[in-house]
């Protein structure tokens, strides 16, 4: 029994295990600040694409005419031809627009529970804070997100030290859709 007592091989590396245990710790503290926000901004991505192509969904088509009018040979009008040359469409009514782009982006993000690796208690994000949406030109919407991610170990550090005034990280992110005419033949 004295033998087994007195044999030290293998304590350097229990030892060494021992002191490297907290830096392992302080890298995944690290890995998971930096991944919790790339996750959620790829979710808002999804959502802001989901969103500014719901608003440009609401644009009407307008069909673009080229008149011809026909005379006799007095000069008399006898006829016009109209022909449709091609489509263009606009976004009529920008309410109409944001309501559509707001309902997406909050079904986009409803189904994001904690318990599906969703938005937790770590994040915040509110459809009617958080989002901005405007018609970009006549057959495009833009729209803005936000959300506010709270991290494990460096936001709180830089807060200590006073380089922020929280330990939450903004993400932001647009997105942009555009509406094109169909036109069945």
Known sequence: MKEVLKNQKGVLWV??????????????????????PL???????????AGALAGALTAEAFPEKEVEVQYDASGNIIGINERIVGWKTDITDPEKAYHAA???????????????GGFTMQEAFNPDEDL????????????NLK???ATLLMGKIQKAYG????????????????????VEP
């Open 15 to 36: 030892t060494l295990s021992y002191l490297l245990l907290p830096f392992g710790i302080l890298a995944l503290a690290i890995q998971m600040d930096f991944a919790r």
């Open 39 to 49: 996750w959620v901004e790829a979710q808002l991505q999804t959502a802001a694409d």
């Open 102 to 116: 707001k309902e997406a982006v909050q079904w986009n993000t409803q189904w994001l529970s904690s318990r599906e």
């Open 132 to 143: 901005s949406g405007e018609k970009l030109t006549n057959d495009s919407y833009l729209v």
């Open 147 to 149: 959300a506010h991610v």
């Open 163 to 182: 380089q922020v005034e929280t330990d939450q990280i903004t993400v932001k992110v647009t997105g942009v859709g555009q509406a094109f005419p169909v």
